[in-house]
């Protein structure tokens, strides 16, 4: 029976799914994410593997596992993990790539549509109702920055759902007729100013790397309209919180819907600018990818990628350090 640690918020989000798996071998124990407690758990259960969220690890972690384990990421993005040190350890670091593509962008829509119609402000109350006017997104343009899986299947409901003008910035190399056929991009471009210029929402879908912190700034802000939203849904670092709440609270930027922070649970980056506070502000607590079918499909990859590691048949992995298999 091989044993696997799963942090708690992702052992409760398909507790069902981890509890069948002793039914095929593995024995999936529910632990603390905090990461002492967490190391002391592995060690106290015996774990060979570990599942984990988007909390960052960053020492006892990768003492407490044996080389050739596994730390699985529950999600994709991966800047919690301290990739050098698990490698350094022998661990194998895998990810669910694809699998909660279609939530994330069912979730990018559905607050793009919130803030077109102003529905964070329209909850009835006693006395007159709010009489806000909303907007159709029906011919609005949307610039999906970051053209993977995600931004695809954003872009694909947008244009085919909404008949909203698409454009595409990414600095890979992509086939502009495969996508404006398949996704509906109607330009595609590497030029960020480009992308944006005119566009009525922006959103992201990039990952968080070193070359990327605080992708959106100040500077970059100014490229937008004043009447654009900014949505996230990607990595809390893209963004620099006090940036946007100075051109959110100026009225250089028309709003911004956010699932996604640079510190998680949220607080504000400066006490002075949360925010919470603002009505031009969609706040979610990095629930895009949280959908049932999403979740099972990540909890069944995780557990796909460990038995892979147990076969030894580290090719078929979702691996993101292949260079530790030389010594595994």
């Known amino acids: 029976m091989v044993k696997v640690a799963v942090t708690d918020h992702e052992y409760d989000k398909a507790a069902d799914f981890f509890a069948r798996a002793a039914q095929e071998g593995i024995e999936c124990v529910r632990v603390p994410a905090d990461e002492p407690a967490l190391a002391e758990a592995i060690a106290r259960c015996g774990a060979t593997d570990v599942v984990v969220g988007v909390a960052s690890y960053t020492g006892p972690l990768y003492e407490a596992l044996p080389a050739g384990g596994v730390v699985a990421r529950f999600g994709v993005g991966h800047d919690g993990i301290h990739m050098d040190r698990a490698t350094a350890r022998g661990l194998l670091c895998t990810n ?64 085919g759902g909404f008949s909203m003008r698409v454009i595409g910035c990414d600095i890979a190399d992509v086939e502009v007729s495969d996508l404006s ?49 900014l ?47 603002l009505e031009n502000a969609i706040l979610t607590p990095h629930v895009g990818s949280s959908t049932r079918e999403a979740c099972d499909r990540m909890a069944e990859r995780v557990l796909y990628n460990i038995r892979l590691a147990h076969e030894k048949r580290f090719e078929e992995m979702d691996l993101l350090n292949p260079q530790v298999c030389r010594g595994t």
Not at 187 to 213: K, Q
Request: net charge neutral.
């Open 96 to 159: 669910t790539p694809g699998v909660l593509d279609d939530s994330v962008a069912e979730h990018a829509i559905a607050i793009m549509l919130i803030a077109a119609r102003k529905l964070h402000r329209l909850t009835p109350a006693a006395g007159p109702w709010p009489t806000e006017v909303g907007n159709e997104l029906k011919g609005k343009t949307l610039a999906v920055i970051g053209c993977g899986g995600i931004g695809r299947r954003v872009a694909r409901i947008a244009a």
């Open 231 to 277: 949505i996230n849904t990607a990595r809390g670092a893209l963004v620099d919180e006090a940036a946007l709440f100075d051109a959110l609270t100026t009225g250089r930027l028309g709003g911004a819907a956010l699932d996604v922070f640079e510190r998680e649970p949220y607080e504000p980056v400066q006490p002075d600018k949360d925010l919470r506070r």
């Open 181 to 229: 056929g398949q996704f509906g991009f109607a330009l595609l471009t590497r030029n960020f100013a480009e992308a944006v210029d005119g566009a009525h929402f922006v959103t992201l879908h990039i990952p968080a790397t070193p070359a990327t912190y605080h992708f959106i700034n100040a500077q970059r802000v100014a490229l937008l309209a004043p009447h654009a939203w």
